[in-house]
Nanobody, 121 residues
Framework: EVQLQASGGGLVQPGGSLRLSCTAS????????LGWFRQAPGKEREGLAC????????YYSETVKGRFTIARGFASNTMYLQMNSLKPEDTAVYYC??????????????WGQGTQVTVSS
């Protein structure tokens, strides 16, 4: 059973950057499409990005396209989300998860504990 752990959240000022990390364990290395979603208090879960198992393709929501970049780590069971030009509305708990096909649907089957990102001055 795959387990996922997100980390790297924190407090950042508007316009700032943050990089989140995700580590997957317990499953075949490199076989999963991994991605990120977030959930803010009182709001529905929002899919942000998915990357294919080979990291050959990446898909983003319109909300974050151009600001966030998803990348697979060298170890293949790691993944990152580079977040630039952060806005207060990006404040949420961020989760990494295994993406369902089709990957552009930005939906997820498995996820672990999230990491809090707060964008505030």
């Amino acid at each position: 059973e795959v387990q996922l752990q997100a980390s790297g959240g924190g407090l950042v000022q508007p316009g700032g950057s943050l990089r989140l990390s995700c580590t997957a364990s317990g499953g075949p290395r490199g076989d999963n499409a991994l991605g990120w979603f977030r959930q803010a208090p009182g709001k529905e879960r929002e899919g942000l990005a998915c990357t294919s198992p080979s990291a050959g393709s990446a898909y983003y929501s319109e909300t974050v396209k151009g600001r966030f970049t998803i990348a697979r780590g060298f170890a293949s069971n790691t993944m990152y989300l580079q977040m630039n030009s952060l806005k207060p509305e990006d404040t949420a708990v961020y989760y990494c998860g295994i993406c369902r096909q089709p990957y552009y649907s930005l939906t997820y089957d498995v996820w672990g504990q999230g990491t809090q990102v707060t964008v505030s001055s």
